[in-house]
Structure formats: C-alpha cells, structure tokens
C-alpha cells in the first residue's frame, strides 16, 4: 500500500474536503450526528484543537459514541477567514486572564486559539520532534523532569501524524534523525539569508518541517506561499485539526458542538467518576452526560477548568489533591533578531518557519546552563514587524522608516528551553468570565538558566545574520508556546496523568493535550500533542476491548 492510500486508510480527511474550489464540506457538518445531552455518549472530549480532535477522530474510527464540545465557531475558511493580519484577531482566545510573576507572560492577543481546530488554526505550521533526551532531562541533565513515557513509545505516532498532516522536509540529522513523507518546500527570502549565515559560520541548517501540503494532498491544494499561515490559510494548504481530523471524525458519527463552553466537570461523589460536563450554549445552561471525560482546553484553560470543577469531594480543585494542576506551566523563551540587508528579502514570500537548526538543541558542556535553543526563520507580516521595531524603542519617523524599509529585512527566531518550575502556574483570580467563572492567574518568573539559555540563543542569531551580510541587527525578547500545568508523571505526588494521559484521581478522566507534557524541549510542540493524543486514543480503544478503562 503506498504512502497515501495508507494514510487514507487511517484517516480520510483530505480526501473528504471539497475538490470544486471551495474550502469546506458543507453537506458532512449539516448531516453531522447530533447526540441529545440525555445520551450517556462513550466519551465527551473538553475542546477541539490539537490534542482533542486528534482523540475524536481515532475514537470515532473505532466507533466509539463520541463528541466534541469547543467554546469557540465552527470555522469555514471561505466566509470567517482574510487575508488580513488586522482582521485575523477573532481567531485567539481573547477572554480575560490575569498574568502575574516577576516575568509575567503577555496573554490575550496570539497565544492561543478557540474554535474548532484550536491555536492550529493560527500556529505557524512548524512540525519538529522532540529529541530523545527531551524525554529524560532529570536523569541526563539534573533539570526538568523524565516522562513516564520515552521517545521510542512515541515515534510510531509520530509517523503517523507526520503522515496525516502531512509534513515536507530534508532528512532531519538531529535528535532521532529521521525523513519525512514529502520534500521540502522552495526556500524563500528569510531562508537564503538564514541558510547563507549558517554556512558562513559552519553550523548545519535545513528545511523543513512543515506541515503545509507540498503538492496536491486529498483534495488540499499546494501551499501558494502567501505567507498568512499565522492568520489561517484561506488555501487549506496549511495543516490543522479543521482540515486534518475533524472531516474523518464527522465521516465516522463524531459529533463536534460548536459555540459550547464548558464550565464544569461532574464527578459523581459516591463513585469517584465523571458523569460528564456542564457547557453554557445559546446563554443556556446544559449537561452533557457521558460515559468518560477527557479536557484539552490548552495549557491554561485545562487546569481553570479542573480547579474550577471543585466538589465536596475535591475542595481544592479537581484532580488537585497533591496540589500538581497548574504548576510547571512552561514557556518557551523566544528571542528575535532581525537584520537588514542592502537587497531585498521579502520575508513574508513563504510559510513563516521555514528553515531551522537544532544544532545548540542538547546541553552543551562549553555553556554555562543546561539544556538548549533552536533557532527558526520567523518572517513577520508588517504589523507584527511593527511590534518588533517599537518593542525596541522606536517610535513616531523612526518607526515609519523601519517600516518603509520592510522588504529589506530578515527576522530569526530562537525557542529556548525554559526550565519547568513548580512556582510558575495557573491559579483561579478574583475576576469573573461571562459565564461567571472565575479566569485563569498565570504567574511566571524565569530562572537564571533561562536567562542564561536566552542570551547565547540572541548571540548565535546576531552571527548569523552578520555573517550573511546584515548591516544592522536589533533583538527583541519574546516568549512562544505554552504547555504543562497538568503534566504525566509516575505518580500522583509529581502530576496529574499517567502516561496514558488518565487521571491519577478520576478513573474515567483523561487529560489529552498540550498542559500534560512535562519538558518542552526547543521544538514547536503541536506534532508532539497529537502523537500524545493518539497514544492515548489507542490505549483507550485497547482498554475498551480489555477491560482496563
Ligand atoms: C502564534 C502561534 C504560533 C504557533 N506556531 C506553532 C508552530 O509553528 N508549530 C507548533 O508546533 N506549534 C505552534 N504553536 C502552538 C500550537 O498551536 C499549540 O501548542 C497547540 O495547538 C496546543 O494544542 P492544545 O490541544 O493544547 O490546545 P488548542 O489547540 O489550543 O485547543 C484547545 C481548544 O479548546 C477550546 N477550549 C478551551 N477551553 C474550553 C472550554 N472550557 N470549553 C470548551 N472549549 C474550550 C479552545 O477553544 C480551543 O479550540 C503556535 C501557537 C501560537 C499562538
Ligand atoms: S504560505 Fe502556504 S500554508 Fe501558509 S497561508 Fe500561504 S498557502 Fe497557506
């Protein structure tokens, strides 16, 4: 069976878009199964993005009755989408949260998404691995924490989703190395420069990974590189769940309920089981009964959502009896540099990420702190190159020059890996939702090793772009990618899950989504939350057939 026919067999989704040049299937969300919130259901899944769209589609293949509820639309990408970086803002999950720490994390633009497909919709379509000591930082470096799981139990899933995405890359030397299903893209501006820079000093640099379609995929056009992957792709040739998972899932009687907020887990407090969800939709309270509960709301709407589902039974918060939900929220460190060059770059021709190291990934003894930074093309649209020249401290005709003077510069990303710290979590505010509920206080404060990892990242980006010819550089500090705050461990005193993503209090509760990763390595982490999810998806459809759900 060749590479497609079997990714068919496995998840049909591409093949169920339409081919008549619009974007959406209409006729499969009309005829959509629509369980009543009577039905005791398999399994209610708490949002629809990376990680639980994922599960529905697997659990759905194995007909399992399940449905997914997302507080944000049902997009189509022909009416809700533009082509538009001001226009683009309805796709983020705006709803207040309250940010705190000595380095608090800016909350409420980009960083993460609502509605079906999740902060895939607008992430940027960069699909790295993890390393392999990702996995192990504690036993090989003396920082960070060991998964309960290791990379080998990992990759087939990799390879699957690598697959169902799917990705376009050169062979990847680093971590594991390994290839990918489709070549990688043509090189745009941003890249030249990066890949000229990285030469120059001796440090290897590739192409890829992307999960943009490089050539036709289904019924998915190739990406026409306009560069708006960061404000949904209107061509359906970047990847997300949307297109991805969520066609197959409908296919195969999954339900998704669009426009329903959840508001509360139910745990049954003579049994210790989850019963099922509260949701508000249409200003109107509702439950959804269901036979099992997983949540993958996003590192900080998962545990608002577990220590907002507190009981006789859980005074502290659901599944929060060792005090573990929101802690070790991590972010990485993402330092920016741009540099400008006497010819034109034009950096907005091209998926944003689209060329990368991973050279400075591991500890490095000649350092001063542990673990490592990858650095990646960034390629900002002009109002986000704005942000970065005024962060720096220009304004008013300084600023409009930079501005004017777009098409000449280059911009580097570096994701750093900051050091997961029990002290930088999630807790409930004072402050109230529109539904009532209490919003999410996310405080963060780095460590000297994250301070330490962010300097030698700008360092290496500032000789890179020197080394290509840039005649100036200026850096910004920024953060990227939220994950943790309910993580897997071996047992209850050190997180939440197990390492089938199962709660360590609630038997029928799984948590499937970016807050149960306890490192985060220096890889954009949406590949890893799916094979996560789709590892736990098999362990739940094993478990049905044997007993241990
Ligand atoms: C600007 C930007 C660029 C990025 N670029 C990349 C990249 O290039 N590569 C990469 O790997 N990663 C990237 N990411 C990160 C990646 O998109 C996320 O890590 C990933 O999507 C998180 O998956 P998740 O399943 O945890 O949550 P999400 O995908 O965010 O899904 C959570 C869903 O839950 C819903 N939800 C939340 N609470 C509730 C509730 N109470 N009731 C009902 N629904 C709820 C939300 O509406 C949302 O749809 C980027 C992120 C941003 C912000
Ligand atoms: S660059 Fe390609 S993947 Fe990105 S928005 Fe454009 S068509 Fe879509």
């Keep these: 069976m060749g590479l497609r026919d079997g990714v068919r067999a496995r998840?049909?989704?591409?093949?169920?878009?339409?081919?008549?040049?619009?974007?959406?299937?209409?006729?499969?969300?009309?005829?959509?199964?629509?369980?009543?919130?009577?039905?005791?259901?398999?399994?209610?899944?708490?949002?629809?993005?990376?990680?639980?769209?994922?599960?529905?589609?697997?659990?759905?293949?194995?007909?399992?009755?399940?449905?997914?509820?997302?507080?944000?639309?049902?997009?189509?990408?022909?009416?809700?989408?533009?082509?538009?970086?001001?226009?683009?803002?309805?796709?983020?999950?705006?709803?207040?949260?309250?940010?705190?720490?000595?380095?608090?994390?800016?909350?409420?633009?980009?960083?993460?998404?609502?509605?079906?497909?999740?902060?895939?919709?607008?992430?940027?379509?960069?699909?790295?691995?993890?390393?392999?000591?990702?996995?192990?930082?504690?036993?090989?470096?003396?920082?960070g924490a060991d998964w309960p799981v290791g990379y080998s139990e990992l990759r087939p899933y990799y390879e699957q989703i690598e697959q169902e995405l799917p990705v376009a890359g050169e062979r990847w030397p680093w971590g594991d190395p390994h290839g990918y299903p489709y070549r990688p893209h043509p090189v745009g501006g941003n890249g030249e420069v990066f890949l000229r820079g990285a030469d120059k000093l001796g440090i290897t640099a590739k192409v890829g990974p992307v999960a943009i379609a490089n050539g036709r995929f289904g019924n998915r056009p190739h990406c026409i590189y306009r560069g708006f992957c960061l404000q949904g792709c209107k061509v359906n040739a970047?990847?997300?769940?949307?297109?991805?998972?969520?066609?197959?899932?409908?296919?195969?009687?999954?339900?998704?309920?669009?426009?329903?907020?959840?508001?509360?887990?139910?745990?049954?407090?003579?049994?210790?089981?989850?019963?099922?969800?509260?949701?508000?939709?249409?200003?109107?309270?509702?439950?959804?009964?269901?036979?099992?509960?997983?949540?993958?709301?996003?590192?900080?709407?998962?545990?608002?959502?577990?220590?907002?589902?507190?009981?006789?039974?859980?005074?502290?918060?659901?599944?929060?009896?060792?005090?573990?939900?929101?802690?070790?929220?991590?972010?990485?460190?993402?330092?920016?540099?741009?540099?400008?060059?006497?010819?034109?770059?034009?950096?907005?021709?091209?998926?944003?990420?689209?060329?990368?190291?991973?050279?400075?990934?591991?500890t490095d003894p000649a350092r001063d702190c542990k673990r490592g930074f990858s650095v990646q093309t960034v390629s900002p649209l002009p109002i986000t190159w704005a942000e970065h020249v005024a962060a720096q401290g220009h304004w008013g005709t300084a600023l409009r020059e930079y501005m004017s003077d777009y098409v000449h510069w280059s911009c580097l990303g570096a994701l750093c890996e900051f050091l997961p710290l029990p002290e930088n979590r999630v807790t409930l505010a004072d402050e109230k939702d529109s539904c009532g509920l209490p919003v999410a206080r996310f405080s963060y404060s780095q460590c000297d090793n994250d301070r330490a990892l962010a300097r030698a990242a700008q360092s290496v980006m500032e000789d890179i772009l020197h080394a290509a010819g840039a005649d100036e550089v200026i850096t910004i500090q920024r953060y990227a990618h939220l994950v943790g705050g309910a993580r897997m461990a071996r047992d209850e005193r050190h997180g939440v899950v197990d390492e089938n993503c199962r709660s360590f209090a609630v038997p029928n509760l799984y948590l499937t989504d970016g807050s149960v990763l306890p490192t985060q390595g220096s890889a954009n982490p949406a590949l890893t939350i799916m094979a996560v999810a789709a590892r736990a998806a098999d362990h739940l459809i094993a478990g049905a057939s044997g007993g241990t759900t």
């Design 11 to 143: 998840n049909e989704s591409a093949w169920l878009l339409p081919n008549d040049g619009t974007r959406t299937n209409h006729r499969l969300r009309r005829d959509m199964r629509r369980f009543a919130d009577g039905d005791e259901i398999d399994l209610v899944i708490v949002g629809c993005g990376a990680g639980g769209s994922v599960l529905l589609q697997r659990l759905a293949r194995s007909g399992w009755k399940v449905a997914a509820l997302d507080a944000g639309p049902f997009w189509d990408p022909d009416t809700d989408w533009v082509s538009d970086e001001a226009g683009s803002h309805h796709l983020y999950w705006t709803d207040p949260r309250v940010i705190a720490g000595a380095d608090p994390v800016p909350l409420g633009s980009n960083n993460s998404g609502r509605g079906v497909g999740g902060s895939m919709i607008h992430y940027a379509g960069y699909t790295p691995r993890f390393h392999p000591s990702d996995f192990m930082t504690r036993t090989l470096d003396g920082v």
């Design 238 to 362: 970047k990847a997300s769940p949307l297109i991805t998972h969520v066609p197959d899932a409908l296919a195969r009687g999954a339900e998704v309920r669009a426009d329903a907020m959840v508001t509360q887990v139910e745990v049954d407090e003579r049994t210790g089981r989850a019963t099922g969800v509260h949701y508000v939709r249409d200003g109107r309270e509702r439950f959804q009964r269901a036979r099992m509960v997983a949540v993958a709301g996003y590192s900080i709407e998962t545990p608002r959502l577990l220590l907002n589902s507190s009981s006789g039974r859980f005074p502290g918060g659901l599944c929060n009896d060792f005090d573990q939900v929101g802690r070790y929220l991590m972010v990485q460190g993402a330092p920016q540099t741009a540099g400008r060059f006497d010819a034109e770059v034009r950096m907005y021709k091209a998926p944003p990420p689209e060329v990368s190291t991973e050279e400075f990934y591991e």
